[in-house]
């Protein structure tokens, strides 16, 4: 039976995505819809109908009471008998049918898909953001909003149909119940909701926004110390474990004094509604009570009264508290759309289409792009690669080399000029062809917390398991990895590395992210300090698998060792964001400029900086 309410909505079925969802949190919400119309409409009729039949008891009540008041004992069972079966009949097996079929439809069918819902289709959007849109923000508070906000709409939709839905459909039927009564009970209870809902509009307007600061704290919190674990190497290195804890504390507090203040507003609201509630049962019952005296009411209506008063005071309580969750939770919704709902800023040109590498030419024309002011970047460079070329690129740091790459993979898109491939501009391809046809080891090459054999399959998910074992000898990295074992128990290409492949020295990382883009197979290669986390020995022995890797491609290789790039085809010299030189190694050396001078000054084979360091 519960799978059968569990399937009634598939949570990953097709939608059309948007670059820019609704900035506003119903729209926001609404886009979310669809899929459940028709559950929301039957959870809501439902609701209702559940709310009638606990009024329709209380009515009952009263009338049981008169009828057993006026009618002789020994006539009642003759008389009333039928009656009571079939009451009886409908709480045991009719009412508990509709009970159960309200909850299932809750909790069982709307409750787990539309979080997963949520939860799916805004990673998705997360996922489609850039380098850049991430570099902007903490991963830890990203995350915690791609959890928190999922559960907190969950939590509204509950309340909707739990809460408000049954609460509006018992007011109007508490007040028709009265009204057929005597109208004249209806005096107290208006009065009453008058003051219920002033109380209710005043808690409401308060709790949202406390809700929304209470919950941005705890996401600037999830990040700073997500961002301390993240970094727990340096952290220890540096022996910033007292800074670390204070710059935690300081977002514990603001958590603290947030919620202090969220909590305040339900405080104020309790006291307030006890006071309410006493209103309530005075004026409610003691009116029946004057009608009753008065001979103008019966024993049951008074009966009904008090019925109606208890439950009424023990629901409104209840019913308060779920309003404000849910204007609570629509804050943390609204918190979270702070991220969620941000367009998505570098997209594909409408018209894209898959890159076509046929040659593999690259001609970058008038290419410029700064981070900000004084923080380096490209100043119209233009430089053109032929098909199979191996071109180095040096410089000293914040010269531009990172930054030119970066745009090559179209991380970001350049203020002015473009770039080229066979032709093809590549703002007008989709970015995934664009990638899919790049090969690139970067210096630090952090892996994916998996297993060896599911991170050199990322180079190409589709590959053999001969074609993972053979990409790995040629990155000299099969040996290494057939000794591996992590705390699970699991060794060889089956042992998990860790956090950005913590549990792995520099060079064995270096030498699986070797081996994932030798399993790539790219016909477009750029290596940016490739080697630079190995020995000599192994360097030596990778240089060679290196070359050979590099046969039939075009090539881009940043370099602060200038000896692994000396036999490159062409040397391109870069500084301040410019090309200030070209051409072959000895080439260079003959003109005794820039590249010159870093060579005769290499010490070890590293580069050193000529310039203010900058951010590339």
Same mark, same amino acid.
């Given at each position: 039976m519960f799978r059968k309410f569990e399937s009634l909505v598939d949570p990953y079925t097709p939608y059309q995505e948007t670059d820019a969802p609704p900035q506003r949190l119903l729209p926001f919400l609404w886009t979310f819809v669809p899929p459940f119309r028709r559950l929301f409409v039957v959870s809501a009729i439902l609701s209702v109908a559940v709310a009638g039949i606990e009024l329709w008891l209380i009515w009952y009540l009263g009338r049981l009471t008169d009828f057993l008041s006026e009618t002789p004992r020994a006539d009642i069972w003759s008389i009333h008998g039928l009656e009571l079966i079939a009451v009886a009949v409908f709480l045991l097996f009719l009412r508990p049918v509709i009970q159960a079929f309200d909850v299932a439809l809750l909790n069982n069918?709307?409750?787990?898909?539309?979080?997963?819902?949520?939860?799916?289709?805004? =990673?998705? =959007?997360?996922?489609?953001?850039?380098?850049?849109? /991430?570099?902007?923000?903490?991963?830890?508070?990203?995350?915690?909003?791609?959890?928190?906000?999922?559960?907190?709409?969950?939590?509204?939709?509950?309340?909707? /149909?739990?809460?408000v839905t049954y609460a509006l459909s018992y007011a109007v039927g508490a007040a028709i119940l009265l009204g057929g009564a005597d109208p004249r009970l209806l005096i107290p209870l208006l009065l009453w909701l008058g003051l219920y809902a002033g109380l209710m509009v005043w808690?409401?307007?308060?709790?949202?926004?406390?809700s929304k600061a209470s919950s941005n704290a705890r996401s600037e919190l999830n990040g700073r110390v997500v961002d301390g674990y993240t970094n727990i190497h340096a952290v220890k290195m540096f022996a910033h474990h007292d800074r670390e804890i204070a710059y935690a504390k300081e977002a514990i507090e603001n958590v603290r004094q947030t919620f202090a203040r969220e909590m305040r507003i339900y405080t104020i609201m309790d006291g307030s509604l006890t006071f309410l509630n006493g209103l309530l049962t005075v004026g409610l019952v003691g009116w029946a009570l004057v009608l009753y005296l008065s001979g103008q009411a019966t024993v049951g209506i008074v009966v009904?009264?008090?019925?109606?008063?208890?439950?009424?005071?023990?629901?409104?309580?209840?019913?308060?508290?779920?309003?404000?969750?849910?204007?609570?939770?629509?804050?943390?919704?609204?918190?979270?759309?702070?991220?969620?709902?941000?367009?998505?800023?570098?997209?594909?040109?409408?018209?894209?289409k898959p890159l076509r590498v046929t040659e593999g030419r690259i001609e970058i024309d008038g290419l410029s792009h700064h981070y900000g002011k004084d923080m380096g970047g490209l100043d119209g460079i233009s430089l053109t690669v032929a098909p199979g070329e191996k071109v180095g690129l040096v410089g000293p740091s914040g010269a531009g080399k990172s930054?030119?790459?970066?745009?090559?993979?179209?991380?970001? $898109?350049?203020?002015?000029?473009?770039?080229?491939? $066979?032709?093809?501009?590549?703002?007008?391809?989709t970015q995934d062809s664009l990638r899919q046809a790049i090969g690139m080891v970067q210096q630090d090459s952090a892996l994916l917390h998996r297993s060896v054999r599911e991170n050199?399959?990322?180079?190409?998910?589709?590959?053999?398991?001969?074609?993972?074992?053979?990409?790995?000898?040629?990155?000299?990295? =099969?040996?290494?990895?057939?000794?591996?074992?992590?705390?699970?128990?699991?060794?060889?290409? $089956?042992?998990?590395?860790?956090?950005?492949?913590?549990k792995l020295s520099g060079g064995q990382r270096q030498r699986i992210a070797l081996a994932r883009v030798m399993l790539k197979d790219a016909p477009i290669l750029v290596l940016d300090e490739a080697t630079s986390a190995l020995d000599s020995e192994v360097e030596a022995a990778i240089q060679k698998t290196l070359y050979g890797m590099m046969q039939g491609k075009t090539v881009i290789a940043i370099a602060h060792r200038l000896s692994t790039i000396a036999q490159m085809d062409r040397i391109v010299v870069m500084d301040r964001g410019r090309i200030i030189e070209d051409g072959p190694h000895d080439v260079l050396l003959r003109q005794g400029g820039l590249y010159a001078r870093l060579w005769s000054r290499q010490s070890g084979g590293f580069l050193g900086d000529t310039a203010e360091t900058a951010a590339e």
């Open positions: 069918a709307i409750g787990p898909a539309w979080g997963t819902l949520i939860r799916w289709r805004t =990673h998705r =959007h997360v996922m489609r953001q850039s380098v850049g849109w /991430f570099e902007n923000d903490f991963a830890g508070r990203i995350a915690n909003r791609i959890m928190q906000t999922p559960s907190a709409s969950n939590e509204v939709i509950f309340q909707v /149909f739990d809460a808690t409401i307007r308060r709790v949202g926004p406390a009904a009264a008090a019925a109606l008063v208890l439950r009424l005071s023990a629901m409104t309580g209840w019913i308060m508290w779920a309003v404000t969750n849910l204007f609570q939770q629509l804050g943390v919704v609204a918190e979270g759309m702070q991220t969620l709902s941000q367009p998505v800023a570098l997209t594909d040109a409408q018209d894209a930054t030119l790459v970066k745009l090559l993979l179209r991380f970001y $898109d350049a203020e002015a000029g473009r770039i080229l491939i $066979d032709g093809q501009d590549i703002r007008n391809v050199i399959l990322y180079g190409n998910p589709d590959a053999a398991e001969e074609a993972v074992l053979a990409a790995a000898r040629q990155a000299e990295a =099969h040996d290494f990895i057939q000794g591996l074992a992590d705390q699970s128990g699991r060794s060889g290409y $089956d042992a998990q590395v860790g956090e950005r492949g913590v």
